[in-house]
């Protein structure tokens, strides 16, 4: 089981940016499937999920109307579509995998699969 998190780097405020979170070794569509952040000093946070066999989707209040989550099957890739970047954004991006009911989907613990990170730098 291995996710690889790209498409990070440096973006103006305002602008966009699309992280893929490729997996290997396992059914993407079966897994729920979240991005954290993490920035400088702070913990981890919750972003986005997209539930396992479905298109229920679920985002932090702070992305909410901004981020976009979803996967494609065909690719075994999941994505989030960053718009209206703010500075706030800046973190390091981390994509993970559930296998479980995901009751609990906004807290680190939840998730036994994590992809290596992808640095997002927004700048003012």
């Known amino acids: 089981v291995q996710l690889q998190a790209s498409g990070g780097g440096l973006v103006l405020a305002g602008g966009s940016l699309r992280l893929s979170c490729a997996a290997s070794?396992?059914?993407?569509?079966?897994?729920?499937m979240a991005w954290f952040r993490q920035a400088p000093g702070k913990e981890r946070e919750f972003v986005a999920v997209?539930?396992?066999?479905?298109?229920?989707?679920y985002y932090a209040d702070s992305v909410k109307g901004r981020f976009t989550i979803s996967r494609d099957s065909a690719k075994n890739t999941g994505y989030l579509q960053m718009n209206s970047l703010k500075p706030d954004d800046t973190a390091v991006y981390y994509c993970?995998?559930?296998?479980?009911?995901?009751?609990?989907?906004?807290?680190?613990?939840?998730?036994?699969?994590w992809g290596q990170g992808t640095l997002v730098t927004v700048s003012s």
């Open positions: 993970a995998a559930d296998w479980s009911w995901n009751i609990r989907y906004n807290s680190p613990a939840e998730y036994p699969y």
């Open positions: 070794g396992f059914n993407l569509y079966a897994y729920s």
């Open positions: 997209i539930k396992r066999s479905s298109s229920t989707t």
